[in-house]
C-alpha cells in the first residue's frame, strides 16, 4: 500500500488555517495534515519531527519567519509560502521549484497548486536559499528596540537594550535580565523578536531569548541535551533541538 502524503500548515491566524484546512479536505481528501502550526518555532519542531512531505508555510508569523522555518529545515518537502497581496514581488517566486498562495486563498488558485504538489511527488531537497534572501530582503523593515520599559515592584525602570543579556517567558511575563538584576514587562517573546538584533539575541529555547555575547559556556548534560550559561546568571538555559544547530561547531 502506497504511504499517503502528508502535509503540515503553518499559519498563526486562526480562521485562516481552519479554512486552508477545510479546503484542502474538499481538494485533497487523501492528504493527510499530521500537523498545525501558529508560530514559526512550533512550526520548526513539527517540521522536523514529523518530516511531512508538503508544507504550507505563512512567511509572517511569530517566533520565527517562513523564510526562517524554511531556511533552518533539515528534512525535504515541498513548500507552498502564503503570503498577503502586495507584500512581496511575486517574480521572485520559482514556480518550477516551489509554490505560493495569495491571501485570501483561493479555491481555483489551490487547485493549481495541489496539481504541481501531486506531480512533483515524492518530496526532494530544494535548494531555496536564493529565493529566501530575496524575500527576506523585501520585508518591511522593523524599528528595532533601544529602551524597555520594565517594573520591579512599584518602580519602573529603564533598560538599555545594550544591557540586556536575557529575556525569558515566565507565565503572564517577560523576565529583562541583565548581568545584576532582572525586572518584568508584559510584552511576549513572539512580540519581541521581530524587534532585537538577529545578530546580536539568538532564541535558544521556545521560552529564552539571549545575548550571544553573553554566553559563558555551553556544553551537553548527561543525556546530550546543550544547556547555555551567561556571564551573571547562574542557572544555566536549556537549548531546544529547534535551536541546536547554531551551536554546531562548539
Given at each position: ?20 484546512r477545510?479546503?484542502l ?11 498545525e ?32 522555518v524554511a ?11 502564503i503570503t498577503?497581496h502586495d507584500e512581496?514581488?511575486?517574480?521572485a ?5 516551489i509554490?505560493?498562495l ?21 518530496a ?11 524575500l527576506?530582503?523585501?520585508?518591511k ?15 519602573l525602570?529603564?533598560?538599555?537594550i ?11 511575563y517577560?523576565r529583562?535580565?541583565t548581568v ?8 511576549p ?21 539571549v ?5 559563558r ?5 548527561g543525556?546530550?541535551r546543550?544547556?547555555?550559561w551567561l ?6 538555559l536549556?537549548v ?11
Amino acid at each position: 500500500m502506497t504511504a499517503p502524503i502528508t502535509a503540515l500548515i503553518a499559519e498563526d491566524e486562526e480562521p485562516q488555517r481552519t479554512e486552508l484546512r477545510g479546503m484542502l479536505a474538499r481538494l485533497w481528501p487523501e492528504l493527510v495534515v499530521v500537523a498545525e502550526c501558529d508560530n514559526g518555532i512550533g512550526a520548526l519542531d513539527a517540521w522536523m519531527s514529523k518530516k511531512p512531505d508538503v508544507v504550507f508555510l505563512d512567511i509572517r508569523m511569530p517566533g520565527l519567519s517562513g523564510l526562517d522555518v524554511a531556511r533552518q529545515a533539515g528534512s525535504p518537502a515541498q513548500v507552498v509560502f502564503i503570503t498577503a497581496h502586495d507584500e512581496f514581488a511575486i517574480k521572485a517566486f520559482d514556480a518550477g521549484a516551489i509554490d505560493y498562495l495569495l491571501k485570501p486563498i483561493r479555491a481555483d488558485r489551490l487547485t493549481e497548486t495541489i496539481t504541481r504538489l501531486r506531480s512533483r511527488q515524492p518530496a526532494t531537497q530544494v535548494d531555496l536559499t536564493a529565493l529566501i534572501d530575496t524575500l527576506a530582503g523585501r520585508l518591511k523593515p522593523v524599528e528595532m528596540i533601544s529602551w524597555i520599559t520594565a517594573s520591579i515592584g512599584d518602580t519602573l525602570r529603564m533598560i538599555h537594550i545594550g544591557d540586556v543579556i536575557l529575556f525569558q517567558s515566565e507565565e503572564k511575563y517577560t523576565r529583562v535580565a541583565t548581568v545584576t538584576d532582572s525586572a518584568y514587562i508584559r510584552t511576549p517573546l513572539k512580540d519581541l523578536i521581530p524587534k532585537l538584533d538577529p545578530e546580536i539575541f539568538w532564541r535558544v529555547h521556545r521560552n529564552a531569548i539571549v545575548r550571544v555575547s553573553a554566553i559563558r559556556q555551553v556544553k551537553p548534560d548527561g543525556d546530550g541535551r546543550l544547556l547555555v550559561w551567561l556571564h551573571g546568571i547562574t542557572e544555566p538555559l536549556r537549548v531546544s533541538d529547534a535551536f541546536r544547530h547554531r551551536f554546531r561547531a562548539m
